[in-house]
């Protein structure tokens, strides 16, 4: 497997929306930003929605979808 495979696979293999939707929601935060995001096929490969549904399965506050030069 190439490198670039290699961390293709560790990025979606253990850090997904999911997971830092459930983490936030143990913190007891009330803003979740996922940012960093690695769609598999650039910018706009999963929709917002799609990023924002996965964290809101165990976030029920507020889920914010990072884009580049945003400020929060």
């Known amino acids: 497997m190439t490198n670039a495979k290699t961390l ?3 990025l979606v293999d253990s850090h997904t929306a999911e997971d830092a ?3 936030a929601s ?3 935060v009330k803003t ?3 940012s960093h995001l ?3 096929a650039g910018r706009g490969a999963v929709s ?3 990023w924002r549904k996965e964290a ?3 976030f029920y506050e ?3 979808v990072g884009a580049d030069l945003m400020e929060v």
């Open 38 to 40: 690695v769609s598999g």
């Open 8 to 10: 293709y696979k560790h």
């Open 62 to 64: 507020e889920v914010i």
């Open 26 to 28: 143990e913190a007891g």
């Open 21 to 23: 939707g459930r983490v």
């Open 32 to 34: 979740l930003v996922l």
């Open 56 to 58: 809101e399965k165990h």
């Open 48 to 50: 917002d929605d799609v």
